[in-house]
């Protein structure tokens, strides 16, 4: 079983709409969570982290689920700028702050 | 701009060639640099753990005869692949933690990936 696992992609949504993204993690070890975001062919940015307390960013809300281990993105009225990979992290407790990820999601928002 | 640079963005080379691969901290120290290889529509994989100073710690599956990795300074490392093959072409990035006292682990802090095709 894979540590850190994503819903499988594509989501292909209308500008406008809601989407959410979930992920379950398997090691209770897993210190802190993260959503990240990924354009085709650079690097993974940052998007934000997650707390137990959920946390919101504009358009973007993440919630962590610890006794289920899950943690969740939704993007709210989303733009065609949305579209990208999105996947979620887990840092493992006293590891020296490795980052494991899920597979990623790919979102394609559409006009 | 950039805090952490990878060099080469992208080679092609032919079968049976070693390609270096660097990653460099451009203002700060890095206690921890990781690198991971992504393959396309899929996740990026923990390949090796590189402190600086001491031998890579390497993820199950990863050979680390075909996949070197020295972290020489604090603010270098290098991953160098081995007679490569096809099946090696892929993205590799690294990601830095910066050792700068009162910064913690900064998760923003991956390079810009280098693009690997062996032909």
């Known amino acids: 079983r894979k540590e850190v696992e994503q819903d499988p992609g594509p989501f292909n949504v209308p500008e406008g709409a809601t989407v959410a993204f979930n992920c379950t993690y398997s090691n209770s070890a897993s210190q802190s969570f993260f959503w990240y975001r990924q354009d085709c062919r650079k690097e993974p940015k940052l998007l934000m982290s997650?707390?137990?307390s959920g946390n919101e960013d504009g358009r973007f809300t993440a919630q962590l689920n610890r006794a289920s281990q899950y943690i969740s993105l939704l993007i709210r009225d989303s733009k065609l700028s949305d579209s990208a990979t999105y996947l979620c992290?887990?840092?493992?407790?006293?590891?020296?702050?490795?980052?494991?990820f899920g597979q990623g999601t790919e979102l394609s928002v559409k006009p | 701009g950039a805090v952490v640079s990878q060099h080469p963005s992208r080679v092609i080379c032919k079968s049976g060639t070693s390609v270096k691969i660097e990653c460099r901290s451009l203002?700060?120290?890095?206690?921890?640099m990781f690198w991971y290889r992504q393959f396309p529509k899929k996740s990026l994989m923990l390949m090796a753990t590189?402190?600086?100073?001491?031998?890579?710690?390497?993820e199950q599956g990863v050979e680390k005869d075909k996949f070197l990795i020295n972290h020489a300074s604090l603010t270098l490392s290098t991953l160098t692949v081995t007679s490569a093959h096809p099946e090696d072409s892929s993205f590799y990035i690294c990601?830095?933690?910066?050792?700068?006292?009162?910064?913690?682990?900064?998760?923003?802090?991956f390079g810009p990936g280098t693009r690997l095709t062996v032909l």
């Open positions: 992290a887990a840092k493992l407790y006293n590891q020296g702050g490795k980052l494991i």
């Open positions: 997650v707390y137990s």
């Open positions: 590189s402190n600086e100073g001491s031998k890579a710690t390497y």
């Open positions: 203002d700060f120290q890095a206690t921890t």
């Open positions: 990601r830095v933690i910066p050792r700068r006292e009162g910064r913690s682990y900064n998760e923003q802090f």
